[in-house]
């Protein structure tokens, strides 16, 4: 949408957003072509070409929709609702470090609110800004599954575990100062764009960095294991009967008269309540008295 200067959205259609110079739409070609050879169908290699397009402006810029949606024949209409849907895709001009401090439950509580609030006074930028020297943008971020090690601060992606108010200051004072920072894991830190590209498929080139990231597991390689024909399917097998599927299941009639379940038709943990407020006298609805009231 068209915006006048105070930022007011007129709510006018924009132009067709430019297009690469050519020599960069050339490269981004290549690269492009490279991605989407991995998918059997084109359109699955949407979410690596957002973050190619990512790597080469730092953002998710209307001309690298419409690049995507070039690429794999989608609508822009298509490639902008993926690209908006997904924080990882940053829609506006952002600073070498994503700094994202986690202020979900158990980090907030360990302290990531006041990492979070220190770094905003510290930094002079709110949520989502970037310092003047644009080399740090702020953010809160959601759960990273690294509770264990709370409070977590992110940069670009890589850990930074355990962090105190102290700790985060100085952390991102020495990223603004162009000291080299080491992540408590994983391989060594690198720029937000560089990161964009990894992240659309690309090796990382740097002595050492595959090494110090670790492997995947077992269970996220089965797929590519598939794909090359070094493994064999697994069996499906039903969550109830613990049978496999492609063996014949012995099933009642419709008609049938209900049967006691067996252990294995008992509701597990995932399922919902049998008994619920509504349903179980022992646990009625609405407020409880408290102890002494
Ligand atoms: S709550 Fe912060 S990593 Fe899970």
Redesign the pocket.
Known sequence: MTTTPEGVSLGMPQLPAPDYPDDVRARLERDAAEVVARYPDSRSALLPLLHLVQSEEGHVTRTGMRFCAEVLGLTTAEVTAVATFYTMYRRKPSGDYQVGV???????V?G?DAIFESLQEHLGVGNGETTDDGKVTLEHI??????D????VMVNWEFFDNQTVDSAKQLVDDLREGVQVEPTRGAPLCTFKETARILAGFPDQREGAVEASGSAGPASLIGLRLAKGEATPARVVHPRDGGPHDEPQDRAPRDATPHEPSPAEHASSHDAPHDTSASDPAHPAGPVAEEGE
Request: aromatic share 6%.
């Open positions: 986690c202020t979900n439950t158990l980090c907030a360990m990531g959601e759960c990273n599954a690294a509770c090690f709370a409070p977590v």
